[in-house]
């Protein structure tokens, strides 16, 4: 039921803007790296306009996801470092890793201790 929620609140107004904006944007244009010599044939490509604008939308999607990966390393290092204290401690406790049947639960320790 959520997710049909988000799918209509969501997902079906972002395609009608999509499709919107490639109906507007369908005139040929011309893209060329070369700022010194714009007529250079050798690296201007010509495509329609909504293909460089989903290009740049793509790119910046692929940017931002790889800039927020390397900021959130130090969190990604802190919860190894506690999850291999947490095991640490674990062991030299003595605590055993088995769990109830059917539980899912945190391990119980074992009998008599």
Do not use: C
Request: charged share 10%.
């Amino acid at each position: 039921m959520l997710s049909r929620l988000i799918v209509v609140l969501v997902l079906i107004p972002v395609a009608v803007i999509l499709i919107a904006l490639t109906v507007a944007n369908r005139d040929i244009v011309a893209f060329t790296l070369d700022p010194f010599n714009p007529g250079s044939q050798a690296l201007t490509f010509q495509a329609p306009l909504f293909v460089f604008l989903y290009l740049a939308l793509l790119i910046g999607l692929v940017l931002g996801g790889v800039a927020t990966w390397f900021t959130q390393r130090k969190h990604r290092k802190r919860a190894r470092s506690y999850s291999k204290q947490v095991s640490a401690l674990a062991k030299s406790n003595g605590e055993a890793t088995t769990k109830a049947p059917g539980s899912s639960g945190p391990a119980l320790p074992a009998p008599g201790v």
